[in-house]
């Protein structure tokens, strides 16, 4: 790809060239362009100039080559610089403190708005979106201005006009271990992160900042087992019916996160049932669906069967997100008309499987072609997760600065000491979260069953 543009940048600075702005002048000017078109379609601009003034180097030296040498290195060495300076533990310690005292102001405002349930209930829920926001939206921050991380969309282009404007139930694949991210990440880009909501599992509710904040936004927990899912979830699923905001609904049927082992014993189950195995995912809980699609029915559309993928085998995390790595997410969404979907639960849970099948099939596309059919309609990051982390770091670093400066001043031992078992409480804590995104930390979840079963 930076061959190419290279090629393309090199015959316009040619082109100037003869109109005398000078090869220095012109290569500088299409260097910049050329940049600007290398972030555009995921080159990194280290590449692109790397391949430009090689390849000047290469039309016979001259100082003004030397030169344009020089400004490659420096470009470089900026590049460095910056990727070097997001792997510093200092910037993780205040991109999590930001991140963890402001979520905590934001769960104690939560907390605060329940007598306005009494009295607005509508009113509460548009405040505690909007609360929500002032959170997600700061992971948000993270993947896409931070790392730097490309999400784009292949879709059908007269689908693209109507996300955001409507209810839908996301149905995701289970496979990554920043899929939640990505997903908040799309919703971010169509203006409906601070309501977005999730069939998550019950261990999550107790995860400070994000699990504390769902409460608020009534996500549906679900204990991951049916006799004791079936009605609480229903219930949950029917409260969302006067929700006053458009939502997407995410659910990973497949209930957990993919792993070689979740994957063989799924497909023995697969193979006992007479369905066919799938490659790429885990064989779908159609229960959960089923339920989700017959409570929402009439108040959400459609259902967007979502397939993610990353480019060259990428395995993402949160960890490399931290560390300002930058990954590409390609998201396969197409849109299905909730009244294509079989109200009977067998012919739903049918429906599912054959759906998992066809999500199976883009995947191997995948593999073999690097897209998913049909064309990429990306939409623009937004600017306002930046200028949400820009607020809360204001508002949460100062009273840490005044705070570090005077027990430095204060020279009193007790108070450092203090500060410094609290830090590392915080990045344990911290840590601790981060590895609820973890595959390898994962549950034993669809492989404790069939042991149980088999017993
Ligand atoms: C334009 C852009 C579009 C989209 C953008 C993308 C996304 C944006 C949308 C929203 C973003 C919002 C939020 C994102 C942020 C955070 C996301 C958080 C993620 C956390 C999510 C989770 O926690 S996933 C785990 C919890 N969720 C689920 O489990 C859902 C799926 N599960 C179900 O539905 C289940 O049915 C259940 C949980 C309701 C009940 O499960 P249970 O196991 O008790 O019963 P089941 O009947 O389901 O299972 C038994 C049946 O399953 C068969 N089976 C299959 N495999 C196995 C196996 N390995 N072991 C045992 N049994 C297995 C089994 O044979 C049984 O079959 P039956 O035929 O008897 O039913
Ligand atoms: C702005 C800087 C912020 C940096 C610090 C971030 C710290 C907080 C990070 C994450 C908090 C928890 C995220 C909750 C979402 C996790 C989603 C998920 O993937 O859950 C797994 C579940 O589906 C299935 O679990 P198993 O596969 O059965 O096990």
């Not at 995701?172 to 908040?184: K, Q, R, S, T, V």
């Not at 409460?215 to 991951?224: A, G, N, S, T």
Request: aromatic residues 10%; positive net charge; glycine residues 6%.
């Amino acid at each position: 790809m930076a061959k190419k543009l290279s090629d393309k940048v090199k015959a316009a600075a040619a082109a100037d060239e003869s109109k005398g702005r000078g090869l220095q002048g012109a290569l500088r000017t299409r260097l910049r362009a050329g940049t600007q078109q290398a972030d555009g379609c995921g080159s990194s601009c280290g590449e692109v100039a790397h391949s430009l003034v090689s390849e000047q180097l290469c039309l016979g030296g001259s100082s003004r080559q030397n030169n344009s040498w020089s400004s490659h290195k420096r470009l470089e060495r900026r590049m460095g610089l910056l990727q070097l300076l997001k792997s510093q533990l200092v910037c993780h310690l205040i991109l999590c403190y930001v991140f963890l005292a402001s979520g905590l102001i934001v769960n104690l405002l939560q907390l605060c708005t329940l007598p306005l349930w009494l009295v607005s209930k509508q009113l509460a829920r548009r405040v505690n979106i909007r609360l929500a926001y002032c959170i997600s939206s700061q992971l948000v921050a993270l993947l896409e201005w931070w790392s730097g991380t490309e999400c784009n969309l292949y879709t059908d282009p007269e689908t693209y006009p109507l996300f955001g404007k409507e209810n839908a139930i996301v149905v995701l694949n289970h496979n990554f271990e920043i899929d939640f991210l990505c997903g908040w990440t799309y919703c971010d880009r169509f203006g409906v992160l601070g309501s977005s909501k999730v069939l998550a599992k019950k261990e999550l509710s107790y995860v400070p900042v994000i699990g504390w904040m769902w409460y608020f936004l009534e996500i549906v927990f679900c204990k991951r087992k049916w006799e004791e899912d079936r009605s609480t979830v229903a219930q949950s699923l029917q409260r969302l019916w006067d929700y006053p905001e458009n939502y997407w609904f995410l659910l990973h049927c497949e209930g957990t996160r993919f792993t070689p082992k979740k994957h063989q014993i799924s497909m023995q189950v697969a193979e006992s049932k007479g369905l066919p195995k799938l490659k790429y995912h885990l064989l779908p809980r159609t229960k959960g669906f089923w339920v989700t699609v017959q409570n929402l029915r009439g108040t959400v559309a459609a259902v967007y069967d979502s397939t993610l993928n990353f480019r060259n085998k990428e395995t993402p995390s949160l960890r490399g997100i931290l560390n300002g790595k930058k990954y590409h997410a390609d998201l396969y969404v197409r849109r299905i008309p909730l009244e294509l979907i079989p109200e009977d639960e067998a012919e739903c849970a049918a429906w599912l499987h054959k759906l998992y099948q066809e999500k199976d099939g883009f995947q191997e596309q995948y593999a073999q072609t690097g897209r998913f059919p049909g064309p990429i309609r990306s939409p623009p990051r937004r600017l306002w997760s930046l200028i949400n982390w820009l607020f809360w770091s204001c508002i949460v670093l100062y009273p840490l600065f005044l705070l570090v400066t005077h027990l430095i001043s204060s020279g009193s031992m007790l108070a450092i000491t203090t500060a410094a078992v609290l830090c590392s409480a915080a990045s344990v804590g911290v840590r601790w979260m981060i590895g609820q995104t973890e595959i390898d930390k994962s549950s034993n979840y669809g492989i404790k069953e069939v042991s149980l079963n088999n017993n």
